[in-house]
């Protein structure tokens, strides 16, 4: 049973930056993809990134294109979520996922399409 980790959450005033890591303790990331979901209250849980560990490809949703990058770290096996520039509407509690093998190019921001979740991290932006 794959179980995720999340860390790096926390309160930001808007512009600021955080990172977040994703990482399941004892098993390689090698054959899966990690997405990171959030999910505000009331609202649904909204795809956010997602990489394909083996090989790097990346998707992002438009509302964080040019703002957010997701990138791995194959010596810690661990995915990180860099936020920079963030907003109000940023504020929700973020999730990372897990599917196998690979991001799906017509449905990876599908909270459907991934199997193993982590507990969540809140992220709160405010002035």
């Known amino acids: 049973q794959l179980q995720l980790v999340e860390s790096g959450g926390g309160l930001v005033q808007p512009g600021g930056s955080l990172r977040l890591s994703c990482t399941a303790p004892g098993i390689p990331l090698d054959n899966y993809a990690i997405a990171w979901f959030r999910q505000a209250p009331g609202k649904d849980r909204e795809g956010v990134s997602c990489i394909t560990y083996r090989n790097g490809q990346t998707y992002y949703a438009d509302s964080v294109k040019g703002r957010f990058t997701i990138f791995r770290d194959t010596a810690k096996d661990t995915v990180h979520l860099q936020m920079n520039n963030l907003e109000l509407e940023d504020t929700a509690v973020y999730y990372c996922?897990?599917?196998?093998?690979?991001?799906?190019?017509?449905?990876?921001?599908?909270?459907?399409?991934?199997?193993?979740w982590g507990q969540g991290t809140q992220i709160t932006v405010s002035s």
């Open positions: 996922g897990a599917a196998p093998y690979t991001c799906n190019r017509k449905g990876w921001w599908s909270p459907y399409a991934f199997a193993y």
